[in-house]
């Protein structure tokens, strides 16, 4: 039986036309990054901890397996085996959903995310093109093409608060309800600043196609060096967003226990943990996408074209463009961890101040520069813009009104600091040990130690 055959009793939308190969390329895609970046999250914890380790002079895990390979698999087991806990007077069904509003926002947002560039399917190996009768058909590797892609982006992104508050408020514990509150409050903040830094990227490139940003990139030039601030601005709420070090103000272990997920237990931690670092390599695709020319490794097209990728081509194309998209999520993971080793966390007015007194003001006058040169046709000199508006922020900063320091020293009536009126304070110190600066003290003065 031929595929002529065949077809005809397939239903109509069934046919191998354009839009039915798109579909099914984007399932397929979809179906194998989703499976790739569960194994990634998984993977990551262990490169945090190798990471940490190497950079405190450690080892890390290294008994699970052949060079501790095996760690990630001993930790789900041993999540799947924890005792599943519900406290008493929590609201049982939020408490219940909460991991997983959290989760699914992380787990659709890639689906726009262009991972390769236009495969033709004509060329695809044994035979398979003329035997499924796609030749000549083009298919974007995308889990969806969507000309609104990046709006899409942010409706999703801004939903994962809603599982952060939930999960805090259900809990029926002041430590998961403040850490709840911290956590909504600073991503509420930090998604004001990334919307606009990504808008500086769409205004400069004119669409809100990722697949036509990306082809924008290669043939000018990556973001990152057109628009460094916005790149600076846009990873800083990466980070915020993800509750990632030193935004993680939410775990803060020595005020919260564990913040708003202090009361889950088992693999409903599981997942509040896993959604972090879901985020983190979502942001790190987009990141990818917005600033760093997405599969492109020429960050300079218009100056040297030619020795970029192809942005159509085979299957081996196609998987070589994955692959340099998986190196850049990759290395900017490692960042974000190396970040998290390196600086303190923030205090919680710091991190507040930081979005509405820096990145916000900063983001918005970076939006008025990027008009002023998409007005002026000057797209290929973005970078003037950046410059512009660190000079503007470096000259009227410190001519702004500052908030009273908020670290002041409160004196305490009756410290030697505040004495009561009319009250001797002696500060000068009482032990006749103290007294002596000799080397050797007498003996006559007691013993050295009792140890």
Same mark, same amino acid.
């Given at each position: ?17 354009p ?21 990634? @999250? ?31 698999? &001993? ?11 519900? $406290? ?25 995310? $262009? ?27 995308? /889990?969806?093409?969507?000309?609104v ?7 999703? #992104? ?41 808008l @500086? ?5 004119g ?13 000018g ?15 800083? @709420?990466?980070? &915020?967003?993800?509750?990632?070090? $030193? ?37 790190a ?15 300079? /097209? ?33 960042? &974000?961890?190396?970040i ?12 507040m ?7 916000i ?13 998409v ?9 003037? #813009?950046?410059?512009? @508006? ?12 500052k ?34 600066d000799?080397?050797? $003290? ?10």
């Amino acid at each position: 039986m031929g595929l002529e055959t065949i077809t005809q009793y397939l239903p109509s939308w069934v046919a191998p036309t354009p839009a039915f190969c798109q579909i099914v390329t984007g399932m397929l895609v979809i179906l194998v990054m989703l499976h790739v970046i569960l194994g990634g @999250c998984a993977y990551g914890i262990m490169l945090e901890r190798k990471l940490s380790a190497w950079m405190q002079d450690r080892v890390g895990p290294n008994r699970v397996g052949p060079a501790g390979l095996l760690q990630p698999i &001993a930790d789900g087991l041993k999540f799947i085996m924890k005792e599943e806990y519900t $406290p008493r007077g929590a609201d049982k069904v939020l408490f219940m959903i909460a991991p997983t509003l959290i989760m699914i926002p992380a787990m659709i947002s890639f689906a726009i995310v $262009p991972w390769g560039g236009t495969l033709e399917l004509s060329q695809l190996p044994f035979g398979l093109a003329k035997t499924l009768g796609v030749e000549g058909i083009t298919v974007r590797l995308a /889990g969806a093409v969507v000309n609104v892609g990046m709006i899409y982006l942010l409706a999703v #992104a801004s939903l994962g608060v809603y599982g952060v508050a939930l999960g805090g408020w259900a809990s029926n514990s002041k430590f998961s309800f403040l850490g709840g509150l911290r956590a909504s409050a600073q991503m509420i903040s930090y998604e004001i600043p990334m919307g606009i830094a990504l808008l @500086c990227v769409v205004l400069a490139a004119g669409t809100l196609d990722p697949m036509v940003i990306v082809e924008r990139q290669q043939t000018g030039s990556w973001n990152l060096l057109q628009q460094p601030l916005a790149a600076i601005i846009f990873y800083t @709420c990466m980070l &915020a967003e993800s509750n990632r070090a $030193p935004f993680d103000l939410a775990e803060a272990e020595s005020e919260l226990v564990g913040g708003y997920h202090t009361e889950y237990s088992s693999m409903r931690f599981a997942m509040f943990f896993l959604a972090e670092y879901f985020h983190m390599i979502t942001g790190a695709a987009f990141f990818s996408l917005l600033f760093l020319g997405g599969w492109s490794v020429n960050p300079i /097209g218009a100056l040297l074209p030619g020795l970029d990728l192809p942005a159509q081509g085979s299957l081996v194309m196609g998987l070589l463009h994955v692959g340099v998209m998986a190196g850049k999520v990759f290395l900017l993971v490692a960042f &974000a961890m190396a970040i998290r080793w390196t600086l303190p966390r923030f205090r919680f007015d710091q991190l507040m101040k930081l979005a509405w007194e820096g990145m916000i003001p900063a983001s918005i006058l970076l939006l008025a520069g990027v008009s002023v040169m998409v007005y002026l046709g000057l797209e290929t000199w973005m970078w003037v #813009a950046s410059l512009a @508006c660190l000079a503007v922020i470096w000259v009227v900063g410190p001519m702004l009104p500052k908030q009273a320091n908020p670290n002041q020293r409160i004196p305490m009536i009756g410290s030697r600091f505040s004495p009561l009126r009319d009250s001797t304070v002696r500060t000068a110190p009482t032990n006749p040990v103290a007294l002596d600066d000799s080397a050797i $003290p007498d003996p006559r003065q007691g013993p050295l130690s009792i140890h």
